[in-house]
């Protein structure tokens, strides 16, 4: 590389430092790590334009997905999102608290509980959520259009071995 990136540097002291090991798997780990971080950066920012944070956007998303009437469980929403049940209920009773979703007992079982989007939380996730499209168009659109499709190809195969 004419210009190592802070990835190929690592890459350097590490086999200088550790010959006996083959560092190319950081090669790819690595920047996937730093590629991953810089776009939760870039999302996370569109998100906030909204008042929303990262799994405030995904809940709602949730609800969103789920069509008409737009509930779900708190376990159907933990299982639907990158949130822990136990995250859950601090994130629902700040979307309850913002009119974005309300809560009420499900109903023929009084114990459990379905979170529904109200129609400021339908307006504030379909705004967010138009806004996000075009962030993640304008950040493919970084790479070459086969490139892109390759890139989607490989991980699709990628996480299919990762994930049960």
Known sequence: MEHPDHVSRIQQEWRR???????APQGVIGRLHRVAA????ELATVYAEHGLGEGDF???AALRRAGE???RTPGELAEHTMITTGGMTKRLDRLERSG???RRAAEGDGRG???ALTPQGRTAIDA???AHMANEKRLVEELDP???AALERILTRWLATLEP
């Open 17 to 23: 430092e550790r010959p006996d090991l083959d560092v």
């Open 38 to 41: 810089r776009l939760t950066d």
């Open 58 to 60: 995904d809940v709602l």
């Open 69 to 71: 009437p737009y509930e």
């Open 100 to 102: 974005l979703v309300a």
């Open 113 to 115: 509980r379905v979170v």
């Open 128 to 130: 967010a959520f138009t």
């Open 146 to 148: 086969a490139d892109a």
